[in-house]
């Protein structure tokens, strides 16, 4: 009787169901995954990657807390080939390492560039390893912004602001900033900077003063790291392996193990692109704009 009074209707419900029904076995099927089994059993060391800018620290939280929880991961390294990012993103994974080393060694491998907020993640491990030529440092905080209240003269362009409070469009393009706003933002980045500063000193264990000594944003390689003692050892990828499972108690040649990737549906994957290229693009411009964060450009000091 439903289904003649309500065709459509009972279509539809009977659609929903089949698909209900599909997500829960392919959710049991994903639990079985060869993937998800290999996390699970042996003994191994989960390398998990940071790479780009900083901008988001959801999804690597979450694989180091996968592989905090599970017990055939003796031990993790953090793969990092990052210029830098945000504040926050940045501190959030430093935190969630630390916690994890309490119970499981973490050690950090810097590829190409581990600077800014990539060292600062770095910090926060057992120990460091990075290449010779590893371009690394760059600790400090950069704010900028772009004037174009000039132009706008030019052209005949007289933007009129209206605001809640004197200091809520500080930064802004159309006009001179005034001493009491740049002083509020100096106070801002000497503050964000002074954070920076103790949780290396607090991560690798050093004296605070020594850190700030080469917390003025300069870039290093490597082999100065090591030198300034913001790095442990001088290697690759598989050398920070192998030194994560010795510290793990791992027997003989260690099995690696990366996340698995999310499988994603046709529409999710569309909007994960889409996503990832405004965070692309937003990563790239915010040299350019007023912004919080640990920023390294090639040809620019921070």
Do not use: C
């Not at 940071?50 to 991961?73: D, M, T």
Request: glycine share 12%.
């Amino acid at each position: 009787m439903f289904s003649r009074r309500h065709p459509y209707l009972f279509f539809l419900l009977m659609v929903a169901g089949l698909i209900a029904a599909t997500s829960v076995i392919l959710s049991v099927i994903g639990l079985f995954s060869p993937e998800k089994r290999q996390m699970h059993y042996g003994e191994k060391v989960g390398v998990i990657e940071v790479k780009g800018a900083i901008l988001e620290a959801g999804p690597v939280l979450q694989n180091l807390r996968e592989f905090a929880r599970s017990g055939a991961i003796k031990a993790i390294v953090v793969r990092i080939d990052s210029p830098g990012g945000a504040v926050g993103p940045s501190q959030e994974i430093f935190r969630e390492i630390r916690k994890i080393r309490e119970n499981k060694p973490v050690i950090a491998s810097m590829g190409a560039v581990a600077a800014s907020g990539g060292y600062y993640i770095a910090s926060a491990a057992d120990g460091i390893v990075a290449n010779a030529g590893t371009i690394t440092g760059s600790i400090g905080v950069l704010m900028e912004y772009t004037n174009f209240e000039a132009l706008f003269e030019k052209i005949g362009l007289y933007p009129v602001t209206i605001t809640s409070g004197k200091y809520k469009d500080i930064g802004s393009p159309l006009r001179e900033m005034t001493g009491d706003e740049k002083k509020l933002l100096q106070d801002f980045v000497d503050t964000v900077h002074g954070q920076f500063v103790d949780d290396v000193a607090a991560g690798r264990k050093m004296n605070r003063q020594d850190v700030a000594e080469v917390a003025d944003g300069r870039i290093i390689t490597g082999q100065g790291a090591k030198q300034y003692g913001l790095v442990d050892r001088i290697g690759n990828l598989y050398d920070a392996v192998d030194w994560a499972a010795e510290k793990g108690g791992i027997q003989g040649k260690p099995e690696i193990v990366y996340p698995p990737e999310e499988k994603l549906s046709i529409i999710n994957y569309v909007l994960d692109r889409v996503s990832s290229g405004v965070r692309q693009q937003l990563g790239e411009i915010s040299t350019g704009v007023l912004s919080g964060g640990y920023i390294y450009s090639p040809g620019q000091s921070p």
